[in-house]
């Protein structure tokens, strides 16, 4: 069998020494009209540009197809077995038809999307009525119909596509083969779920959570950690080596107040641990004193300009009260299942002094009133990275921490997982560090994921009765007692241990809160209601974690194991006669689409709205389609259709790795 690639080289190769014998030729002549490029020629270099578009194409899909040879580096990630986008894929085929039907148009639109009307095909290519607006910029007025025609025509040989009609104006319907959906079904089966391979492995920085050190964590931080610890799992899962870093307040004149007060409650503190249990009335105390004693607000200004000065029992002071915001942090964390790196703004404060140079040595900085300004491009406010006083900002220290994330930790992408409230302030440190020459957005993507508030059932800003802000730890107690309420009602205490309940709680309680989070937009606002989350009725996590253990129970009830599954995976083929059958499977298949779009735009609703769609896609599968066969009378299995069994764990493994993204915590058994 002849090799593609080498026939496309080969080819190749002829057409460049053609090219240029003929350019050769062109310069030889001494007349400026004969200089033009022959028709020959530019028939040639057409050719030429197709032939190089079809061996790339040819290249990466061998080396998609080819495992990865032994030894080698660990930061490629391996390609065997990886899952299509599909989406991806079709662009690939319809870009080269375009190209070659339309080769005048530079940068032609190429818009391919899934049908959202199963009759009208799978997948649609609208990009005949843009172009033919870009035909008529250039003087040639064609119908769009006549120029979907045309790229229908040039369509390449390729294995996805069955067939194509072109309807109303200029719409090319795209109908997928079901072999085609059939095998990637059965080599996602055989693999696992693996993201389509990447070119090379980028260094994700993602900066989230962020809480106050003395203070505790409120409902305020509480979209921060969902949507930072979600978007980390994305990159993780796509296999970018991700940093995941907590940018702590754990510096600043507040500790003045509290080293002062921790002295005169506990003068002992250096040799014997201070008993701080609640470190919030701890903090309350300090800055009545502060708002009120005179002299102790001096004597807290002393202790901040001699923590700054590192003296070391003064450091032990600054520390113990760190270790003890710690330990109640990582109490929601553990609850919440977070990962993240402590590195607060304590971390930067040697580094202030060379970025603050580095902006004087550029001429970047104006004095004001004994301040020193910077004033990026394009932004209305200026940073103040000197204060009048000499001390420094939370603009010096974000300037430093991007610094130090660019050169330091060498960052390909930068995400600030911050309220939107704190917009313009990191767009004018970006703009500051583009101006200085940091980094080239082209290059390096540094990007501020904003959110909105969460409010109460009343649509204001969500606090207590008593109008204080909620308390994470509260609200997560909350979850839990509510959570139980809701599985004794359903009687769930009759059939499941001790044990199993406990995990039916927690996941049920922490999954919610963080479905109706991530389940909305983030860029607005959203109502906080356990009642509407704990609802096991539309697009909740309560509805999809019953969902995927009714799934699951399905191969258990039928006496069907892992290894089964997975012998019949290898020689089964996934059937896709049905319509519910078909609908399914491609459903299945759109995940790689989805985490793609969600890379682009940082938009986590998207997975929701996609799990909630592959859930309510298998529902009407399993109603329409008998996947076990039992006697009415003795419940014995009669038939088991391995097929259907396949597509319900093709399903259930999609849902699974979309559990895992959201930081959602599944159970077989609820």
Known sequence: MNDPVTGYSSRLQKQELEIQRLSAEIESLRNPENLKSTPQLEELREENARLKYRLNVLKRSLQEDTPPRSGSMEDTPPSSGSMVDISQRLREVFAEAI???????????????????????????????????MLKAKGTKTNPREIAEKIVQNLPDNLLIQNTEIAGPGFINIHLKKTFVSKLLSNLLMNGVKPPPLASRKRVVVDFSSPNIAKEMHVGHLRSTIIGESTCRLFQFLGYHVLRLNHVGDWGTQFGMLIAHLQDKFPNYLTVSPPISDLQAFYKESKQRFDSEEDFKKRAYQCVVRLQSKE?????????????????????????????????ESFYQDMMADRVKEFEDKGLVQPDEGRKLVFAPGQSVPLTIVKSDGGYTYDTSDLAALHHRIFEEKADIIIYIVDSGQGTHFQTVFAAARMIGWYDPQVTRVEHAGFGVVLGEDRKKFKTRSGDTVRLRDLLEEGLRRSMDKLLEKGRDKVLTPEELTRAQKAVAFGCIKYADLSHNRVNDYVFSFDKMLDDRGNTAAYLLYAFTRIRSIARLAGVDEAVLRAAAATTPVLLDHDKEWKLGRCVLRFPEIL???????????????????????????DSCYCVEKDRHTGEVLQVNMSRMLLCEATAAIMAKCFHILGINPVDRM
């Open 312 to 344: 070391p029992d003064f450091l032990k002071a600054w520390s113990l009260i760190c270790d003890v915001s710690r330990k109640e942090f990582q109490k929601v964390y553990d609850c919440l299942d977070i990962e993240v790196t402590e590195r607060g």
């Open 596 to 622: 793609d779009k969600m890379r682009d735009d940082l938009l986590l609703h998207s997975l929701c709205d996609y799990l909630y769609e592959l859930a309510t896609t298998f529902t009407e599968f399993y």
């Open 99 to 133: 190209q070659t039907s339309f080769p005048e148009l530079e940068n032609p639109p190429l818009a391919v999307a899934p049908n959202q009307q199963a009759r009208f095909g799978d997948y649609q290519c609208n990009s005949a009525m843009a172009m033919a607006q």
